[in-house]
């Protein structure tokens, strides 16, 4: 399960099973999760995140895009 630190107190990560999907990013803080698509990046699902939270994630999500998509594409291609 590779991780990608940005610091904060989130885990943005993907599964190594998650090749057959569109690239996207896992969060998770404490028991609160979701997920973004990352290619035009939007919001999949939640759980447990206040709606100013998930905008906030979304804005780290946008900000680190080319970052996860990188991880994402060096994790999957090699």
């Known amino acids: 399960m590779p991780?990608?630190?940005i610091g904060g107190p989130y885990r943005f990560f993907?599964?190594?099973n998650d090749r057959d999907e569109s690239p996207h990013i896992h969060v998770e803080r404490e028991n609160?999760?979701?997920?973004?698509?990352?290619?035009?990046?939007?919001?999949?699902?939640?759980g447990g995140?206040?709606?100013?939270?998930?905008?906030?994630?979304?804005?780290l999500v946008e900000e680190n895009e080319e970052k996860f998509l990188r991880?994402?594409?060096e994790f999957f291609t090699d």
């Open 3 to 5: 991780t990608i630190p």
């Open 14 to 16: 993907f599964y190594a």
């Open 32 to 46: 609160n999760k979701a997920k973004f698509w990352l290619r035009s990046v939007r919001l999949h699902q939640s």
């Open 49 to 59: 995140f206040s709606r100013a939270e998930i905008n906030h994630i979304q804005r």
């Open 71 to 73: 991880r994402w594409n």
